[in-house]
């Protein structure tokens, strides 16, 4: 059984304000994420995965046909964690050198990440990950989708489901994803990830 109080916010709802409103991330930690936990424990109940990990849960259920919804709650509880540790008050600013350098300098970086986030057509997910050569790569997911699934080190994660933005920016998501790397994305975390 997961509970929503093992995967709290590391800062106050209207911290991010106003790139990020409190209306989102209340309805987007508190309802969403909420959701997708109270309806993994409905399903995993007395199947094989009740007592697993949600790390376990997820690459074990991936070529479940018959555990489709486990799979997609799980991901969703997964995802949503780890894109909330990647937000952060005053986040955003220069991009590490470690980044930069993977992908040919801060500019190319950026305008890479913003065409993958934008070119999610529907609900999914923007990364950035570890290879299992141990390279930076930029990925996209889409619904509930993640690179753990597919032996993939996640480092930095963006929600471009409509639920992650709409209250916000509406329609558009171009201002969205431009917003999150100059002003929420927390380079700390993205940072520890890559060590
Ligand atoms: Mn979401």
């Given at each position: 059984?997961?509970?929503l109080t093992?995967?709290?916010?590391?800062?106050?709802?209207?911290?991010?304000?106003?790139?990020?409103?409190?209306d989102?991330?209340?309805?987007?930690?508190?309802?969403?994420?909420?959701?997708?936990?109270?309806?993994?424990?409905d399903?995993s109940?007395?199947?094989k995965?009740?007592?697993?990990?949600l790390?376990?849960?997820?690459?074990?259920?991936?070529?479940?046909?018959n555990?489709?919804?486990i799979?997609?709650?799980?991901?969703q509880?997964?995802?949503?964690?780890?894109?909330?540790?990647?937000?952060?008050?005053?986040?955003?600013?220069?991009i590490?050198?470690?980044?930069?350098h993977?992908f040919?300098?801060?500019?190319k970086?950026?305008?890479?990440?913003?065409?993958?986030?934008?070119?999610?057509?529907?609900?999914?997910w923007?990364?950035?990950?570890l290879?299992?050569?141990?390279a930076?790569?930029?990925?996209?997911?889409?619904?509930?989708?993640?690179?753990?699934?597919h032996?993939l080190?996640?480092?930095?994660?963006?929600?471009?489901?409509e639920?992650?933005?709409y209250l916000d920016y509406?329609n558009?998501?171009?201002?969205?994803?431009?917003?999150?790397l100059?002003?929420?994305?927390?380079?700390?975390f993205?940072c520890?990830?890559i060590?």
């Amino acid at each position: 059984m997961f509970n929503l109080t093992q995967f709290p916010l590391q800062f106050d709802e209207s911290a991010l304000s106003p790139h990020m409103s409190s209306d989102t991330l209340k309805c987007h930690h508190g309802k969403h994420l909420a959701a997708y936990i109270n309806n993994l424990n409905d399903l995993s109940a007395n199947t094989k995965y009740a007592d697993m990990s949600l790390v376990e849960i997820i690459k074990n259920s991936i070529n479940d046909n018959n555990a489709t919804k486990i799979f997609n709650n799980a991901a969703q509880v997964f995802n949503h964690d780890f894109f909330f540790h990647c937000l952060a008050p005053n986040g955003g600013g220069a991009i590490p050198d470690d980044v930069a350098h993977a992908f040919g300098g801060a500019e190319k970086f950026c305008d890479e990440f913003k065409l993958a986030a934008s070119s999610v057509f529907g609900s999914g997910w923007a990364w950035v990950v570890l290879d299992v050569s141990g390279a930076l790569k930029i990925m996209t997911t889409a619904n509930a989708d993640t690179p753990i699934a597919h032996g993939l080190r996640p480092v930095m994660a963006l929600d471009v489901w409509e639920h992650a933005y709409y209250l916000d920016y509406q329609n558009r998501r171009a201002d969205f994803i431009a917003t999150f790397l100059e002003h929420m994305v927390n380079w700390n975390f993205v940072c520890e990830n890559i060590k």
